[in-house]
Nanobody, 122 residues
Framework: QVQLVESGGGLVQPGGSLKLSCVAS?????????MGWYRQAPGKQRELVAS???????NYADSVKDRFFISRDHANHSVYLQMNSLRPEDTATYYC???????????????WGQGTQVTVSS
């Protein structure tokens, strides 16, 4: 089994910053294809915030471009989301996602973390 564990959420004032972290753990992980962050606000559908395929450039939702920045540490099977200039509308539960995790000898598809709450409020 593999799992994604997020950390770094919390309460922040508008205009502030937070950094989310997510690490994949479990059986011997060889590689991870695309890792990304989604969010879901109350009463709304889950939406893609940012994603980064292995060895390729990142993709961002229009609403977070130039404010949020995704990065990966391949050696440590981790993904990060630096969130700057936060707005109340960024309030949501943020979920880490991996589309495929290759281990020895099994591959796991469509893995989600448990979610971390981000609240932007004065």
């Amino acid at each position: 089994q593999v799992q994604l564990v997020e950390s770094g959420g919390g309460l922040v004032q508008p205009g502030g910053s937070l950094k989310l972290s997510c690490v994949a753990s479990g059986r011997s992980i060889f590689s991870i294809y695309t890792m990304g962050w989604y969010r879901q606000a109350p009463g709304k559908q889950r939406e893609l915030v940012a994603s980064m395929p292995y060895g390729r450039t990142a993709n961002y939702a229009d609403s977070v471009k130039d404010r949020f920045f995704i990065s990966r540490d391949h050696a440590n099977h981790s993904v990060y989301l630096q969130m700057n200039s936060l707005r109340p509308e960024d309030t949501a539960t943020y979920y880490c996602h991996a589309d495929k995790i290759i281990t020895t000898p099994t591959a796991y598809n469509d893995i989600w973390g448990q979610g971390t709450q981000v609240t932007v409020s004065s």
